[in-house]
């Protein structure tokens, strides 16, 4: 079942799992199961016009801060997608037992390097499919760019970490980008955490049992600011002792995608 409200899509499958995405930033705010137990962590301070802070944002064409010269140098930290009103498809993609499916459109803004967005949201009796095909629109430039799916999940990060990074290398943010190899087989976002796994498997474990699997998104950054979210507006407090960040994708560099192709990249959840 697929429902509208205000800016907000709500999809429902049959066996009881539910998801909402909002149209700014085609966010994915609501994972529920079946016993209306929510999987992602969403701030209760959310500001009117800035990006959603939870659930599953979308960073492209950059993460992070910007470069400081070149086409992308006035973005927004993230880039454009995540603070912009996305064109909800009504063109029936998928609604039966088998799975709810539900489709999203964005257009580079003007004077950027042109590109369409289309991100398909899909729903299973115990998976949730998100999946961003980014085409370059142009017939004769490059388009540069990095993508990542920034999923909160919600669980206290002293007790929910992530499997299957032991022997990874990866950049450690919080000290400048001091690179480093992970000897932990259970990895723990209980302090300031900003990792940022490169060349990852394509399948990770949580230990809440939540598995992720993604395609064509080789990095994986863990995230927790701890208690320096006290600095930001859109955080309600103590809010950063109820989820840890677990998001794939392309940012160790940038993607070059030739005029007329497109790429793929999704991440599947399993609960």
Known sequence: MISKENKEIKIVHSSGNSVVINKLGATITSFKDA???????????????????????????????PPTSGAYSDLPQHGYARISEWTYDETPVMDNDDGVSVRFILDSPPKLPPARLVYTVTLTAHQL?????????????????????????????????????????????????????ESNDVVYANKNTDSVYMNTTDEIHLTNGIKI????????????????????????????????????GHVRDFYDLVPGKEWIGFQVITI
């Open 129 to 181: 499919t998100s999946t961003l095909h980014v085409k370059n629109t142009s017939s004769t430039d490059v388009l540069p760019f990095q993508a990542l799916l920034h999923t909160y999940y919600a669980g206290n990060p002293n007790e929910v970490g992530v499997k299957g990074l032991n022997g990874v290398r990866y950049s450690d943010k919080t000290t400048g980008g001091e690179t480093r190899i």
């Open 213 to 248: 699997r993604k395609h064509n998104l080789p990095d994986t950054v863990i995230w927790n600011p701890s208690e320096g979210a006290k600095s930001m507006a859109d955080m309600h407090e103590g809010g950063w002792n109820e989820f840890i960040c677990v998001e794939p």
């Open 35 to 65: 016993h209306q137990k929510e999987h992602l962590f969403l701030s209760n301070k959310l500001i009117p016009g800035k990006a959603i802070r939870g659930g599953i944002p979308i960073a492209f064409p950059v993460f992070g801060k």
